[in-house]
């Protein structure tokens, strides 16, 4: 039916009326069956994005579609986990997955949910209130999967988990995205946990999408440079040693710059190259945190956002 | 809009899915009352506590009255028609003030005042701690709208109030009016007017809907608990003190002496006519002595007669449908606030 699992135009969220913004002008279009990591630093963003996503929040301004539809519209199809994990403490695990089924009538999947629940040795007689955190998360992720989500939204889906638990529920998502084609959306500020899983990528900052694309496309939009400062500065006689001095700024232009710093004799730059880059420059690609870290760090580097939403339209 | 289309849905285990593609076809109204059932199902699994706990008092207090009614009477009704029979005053005094009437005065305020635990319940349990936990999230993330998760959570507990509330004024009418002579005070007291009649319900459905809004509002437990109990609260001390009016009072005058409105009336108001006119502050002995010393007192105050006013006991049930009535519209004010609430705060579907 449609090719987008969910697109962004103009999308912001204020809370209250004198509040800020939580979440101001953001666009973007992520096509289905992707996994999509949503990064970004504490407070930027994130969870009222998926939120939002999730028709918990209604937008104060611009719109998002969820899976062709509108989030309220879609809700049967989407799966949320919220970041703390939320489930009611008076219930035993076995009665959570029996609300799961209760509430999700024509969709629910005891036998996906009671496999996810029993990998983790849980006894289904045990009260919510007893378990611990990252059993809590496993129960939830149960009851986000059970309902057969075509749309799976998890806000930081991995924090409380062990190493071993972690691993094998990755295996779990990743195995059920490959089987159904589920789009799988988590935010994340452990950039090195998505890094493996995820093929798309939404950073947020500030409340504004930085960058969103394919992993491997933004990884070869960017460049990174180093170069030794003299031969850059021009033939000014012997180029000052000390390093970032104003004095002898290497010219990076026509290239947009995220990020650049001099270290020693030597200049080290994230660019987005506009054209070929120069040839006595040694450029490689960068790692994915390299990238998302030079973003975040510089709060003022121009966002690259090449997804139009107009195009889910068609 | 809520039910799946099958079409767009992942292929799920084979069997599983088959079988619900065959039931969807049957069309979207049995999906519906599912969702209904399962939605119902839930809220009575979270709350199960608190409908045992409503189950066992309103089991409880209805088995006292029945035993206040059959056995304790019995012994208190003699020593009663002896103290009458012996021309005694004041016969309820040593027979009802610690006895029978003690008693179901103590359950009438019980039952005439549930719905401050009803708005305790609705502001804290029912709503607050699943905003503040995040658990009504939850609950919109599974294939149920917020809306949906409103109703279900305002109609379930309505109906296991509304059957239990019901069932503890009609015992109470019953045991209250059988032995009216043996209670203290009449039909217009705290503990007998709301106890016997329709208000005592509309009090408790309007304590749920407004403990549902103030936890709308507040989103936390404690604020919400302690915000709808005090807001009832007052509802119900306003709408006390308007109770009078809510129905046209009989006026009685005499030009002789002070009026008395007859037995078991609820007097609002006694004084004296001066030149006619209704003057409350004025006691009717305001003059005594001999009767010419008082008639020429009276003339001297301009006073040409008496009146009592007051609402005769036939009036109880067109006092208690206007009050009935005011109630439920408060009622069904905070509910459609709580409606509009909810659908402000979370994504709703577009009309298109």
């Not at chain 1, 093929?199 to 969103?212: K, Q, S, T």
Request: hydrophobic content about 45%.
């Amino acid at each position: 039916m449609t090719d987008t699992a969910m697109a962004a135009t103009a999308l912001g969220k204020r809370f209250g009326r004198r509040g800020g913004w939580a979440l101001r002008d953001c666009a973007f279009r992520l096509p289905a069956g992707r996994v999509c990591a949503v990064v970004g630093p504490n407070g930027a963003g994130k969870s009222t994005l998926l939120a939002l996503a999730a028709g918990l929040l209604a937008p104060t301004e611009g719109g998002v579609t969820v899976l062709g539809t509108d989030p309220a519209s879609a809700r049967a199809r989407v799966g949320y986990v919220a970041q703390d994990k939320p489930l009611y403490p008076q219930l035993t695990v076995a009665e959570t997955l029996r609300v799961g089924a209760d509430l999700n009538p024509d969709r629910w999947d005891a036998e996906t949910a009671g496999r996810i629940v029993s990998a983790g040795e849980l006894d289904p007689k045990k009260k919510i209130r007893s378990l611990s955190g990252g059993q809590r998360t496993r129960v939830a992720l149960a009851l986000a999967l059970g309902k057969r989500p075509e749309l799976l939204l998890l806000d930081e889906p991995m924090a409380d988990l062990d190493p071993l638990a972690r691993h094998e529920l990755m295996g779990t998502l990743m195995a059920r995205a490959a089987q159904y084609g589920t789009t799988i959306v988590m935010s994340s500020h452990v950039v090195a946990e998505l890094e493996d899983s995820c093929d798309h990528l939404l950073l947020v900052g500030g409340g504004r999408i930085r960058l969103a694309g394919e992993i491997d496309d933004l990884l070869g939009a960017h460049a990174r440079v180093s170069t030794a400062v003299s031969t850059t500065a021009g033939a000014a006689g012997p180029a000052p040693a000390t390093g970032g001095a104003p004095g002898g700024p290497p010219d990076l232009a026509p290239h947009t710059v995220v990020e650049s710093r001099v270290t020693g004799r030597q200049l080290t730059a994230l660019v987005r190259p506009a054209g070929p880059l120069a040839e006595d420059w040694r450029a490689s690609t960068p790692s994915l945190e390299e990238l998302v870290l030079a973003y975040l760090r510089n709060p003022q580097a121009a966002p690259l956002t090449p997804a139009e939403p107009e195009e889910a339209a068609v | 809009m809520t039910p799946a289309a099958p079409a767009d849905a992942p292929a799920g285990p084979a069997g599983r899915r088959d079988d619900d593609t065959t039931e969807d076809g049957t069309g979207t109204g049995r999906a519906d009352g599912r969702t209904a059932w399962g939605t119902a199902r839930t809220v009575l699994r979270l709350h199960r506590t608190a409908l045992l706990v409503w189950t066992a008092a309103v089991l409880f207090l209805n088995g006292w009255l029945v035993r206040l009614d059959k056995t304790a009477t019995q012994g208190e009704f003699a020593e009663w028609e002896a103290c009458e029979r012996a021309g005694q005053d004041l016969c309820d005094m040593p027979v009802g003030w610690v006895g029978h009437s003690e008693w179901l005065a103590c359950i009438g305020l019980l039952i005439s005042f549930c719905f401050l635990a009803v708005a305790a319940f609705a502001g804290g349990t029912l709503i607050g701690r699943e905003l503040e936990n995040g658990t009504a999230r939850l609950a919109w993330a599974q294939g149920i709208t917020p809306a949906r998760w409103l109703t279900a959570k305002l109609a379930v507990p309505a109906l296991a109030l509304t059957a239990g509330t019901t069932a503890l004024l009609l015992v109470y009418r019953r045991v209250w009016g059988a032995h009216q002579n043996l209670t203290y005070s009449g039909w217009t007291g705290d503990d007998a007017y709301l106890s016997r009649g329709p208000a005592g319900l509309a009090y408790v459905l309007c304590a749920l809907a407004v403990g549902v809004l103030t936890a709308l509002l507040l989103r936390r437990a404690l604020p919400a608990l302690a915000v709808s109990v005090a807001a009832t609260g007052l509802l119900a001390f306003v709408v006390a003190r308007c109770r009078g009016s809510f129905w046209p009072t009989v006026t009685r005058t005499s030009a002789e002496a002070g009026v008395d409105p007859p037995a078991n009336a609820w007097e609002l108001e006694n004084g004296v006519l001066v030149h006619g006119r209704r003057t409350p502050d004025l006691s009717p002995w305001t003059c005594d002595g001999t009767a010419a010393e008082a008639r020429r007192c009276l003339d001297d105050l301009g006073i040409t007669g008496f009146y009592t006013t007051y609402h005769p006991e036939s009036h109880y049930w067109p006092l208690q449908l206007v009050e009935t009535g005011v109630v439920l519209s408060v009622a069904a004010l905070a509910t459609a606030a709580a409606f509009l609430l909810l659908r402000h705060r979370t994504a709703t579907a577009s009309t298109a």
